[in-house]
């Protein structure tokens, strides 16, 4: 059976995706002497959290995801980040590919959660890989990717916050029912608010009398157009 190997050298966030993509360059190597035709290649990447250490900031983002850092040796645990496959074109002995994965700034989801929590450095991942490869120098034959095949690879935490920026400037994201959403849509209608920051914004000031807005204030934030009215994937 061919022996397969697998190497991320890099990764850079799509500035021409539809949503927040990361590009992941690999490198696949095979035996020397064997004729691959195609390589139908799966990859699950996981977040490894215990291989890096955190500041007292970062730990207090991450509290929602592993409890009190006392509590870090039970609960450190990895993470699910993507699912993805690609089909790698022929090649003998050596080739590189570009793994794309599309991501979310959905703050439900932990993986989003764990890298919002983080304010540099890199993040400790695992790729985990299988599949099917179309081999042989005459004819071909099929046989599968072993499910030992791995690489690891520490991504920086600004290529994240790069890919973010590109459909979120200055931005937060946050996912509603529809029932509340439909509420909001109703409050905003009623008070004639001209954006959902607007919108968010009368609310908070509804439940914090200590401080009001000046009589006849503007806020700001409110007027200001927004650069982009993409939802995450």
Known sequence: MTHFGFTC????????AAGPTLVFRLRVTADPD????????????????????????????LTDLFGE????????????FAQVSVMVPGFTGETETDLTVPCTYDMDIAATRYFEALQDGEVPL??????????????????????????????????????VEQHFPGCGWLRLPR????????????????????TVRSLLDAVDPEQPPPP??????????????RTAP
């Open 9 to 16: 050298t890099g990764v850079r966030a799509d500035p021409y």
């Open 34 to 61: 064997t004729r691959v035709h195609a390589l139908a290649l799966r990859c699950q990447i996981r977040i490894e959290p215990a291989r890096r250490g955190y500041g007292p900031a970062e730990a207090e983002g």
């Open 69 to 80: 850092r006392s509590r870090w040796g039970t609960t450190l645990q990895p993470v699910q």
């Open 126 to 163: 695992l790729m985990l890989f299988s599949g099917t490869a179309f081999t042989g120098d005459a004819g071909f034959r099929v046989e599968p990717v072993p499910w030992d095949r791995e690489a690891a690879y520490r991504m920086p935490v600004a290529v994240w916050r790069e890919m």
């Open 179 to 198: 029932d509340t959403m439909d509420e909001l849509l109703a409050h905003r209608s009623r008070h004639a608010l001209g954006s959902w920051e607007a």
């Open 216 to 229: 006849g204030a503007v806020r700001l934030g409110a007027l200001r157009p927004r650069l982009t009215g």
